[in-house]
């Protein structure tokens, strides 16, 4: 979370990353450590929000925004490839997803036991001040 000035206020930048981010995002192979999984997600998550962009023009017409990305990784981590799955509906924020999956390559490694099949999931993303 960012605090920037907006108006003359301090405005908290908010990266949410919706509901259950991640939970549903793999389905667990009957090998894979919950706990591997769940350091994994945590990971990511941290990730995602440390790397998430808020474009300044969005910021300062206070667009707001969801979005939701497809992407695919392999063993290392590295996005292989990503898919707007659902637009945001502002030019500005779409615009801001490529240069956040550019940041965020590579992710962190999945486990071992994360089944290949697992390796491609859907990361909602959400552009909000507060």
């Known amino acids: 979370m960012r605090t920037i000035l907006l108006n003359g206020r301090k405005t908290r ?8 981010m991640l939970s549903a995002m793999v389905f667990l192979s009957a090998q894979a450590s919950a706990d ?4 994994w997600r945590k990971n990511v998550v941290k990730s995602i929000i440390q ?14 925004g969801k979005a939701k990305v497809k992407v695919s990784i392999d063993r290392s981590g590295a996005i292989l490839n990503f898919e707007i799955v659902e ?35 859907v990361i909602p993303i959400t552009w909000r001040l507060q």
Do not use: C, Q, W
Request: aromatic residues 4%; negative net charge; glycine residues 10%.
């Open 13 to 20: 930048l908010l990266a949410i990353l919706g509901g259950g």
């Open 36 to 39: 591997d999984l769940g350091d």
């Open 51 to 64: 790397n998430h962009i808020y474009p300044r023009s969005a910021i300062s017409r206070e667009i707001e």
């Open 87 to 121: 637009e945001s509906g502002e030019s500005v924020l779409d615009g801001a997803i490529p240069k956040m999956m550019e940041k965020l390559n590579p992710l962190p490694a999945p486990p071992a036991a994360l089944d290949d099949d697992n390796l491609t999931f």
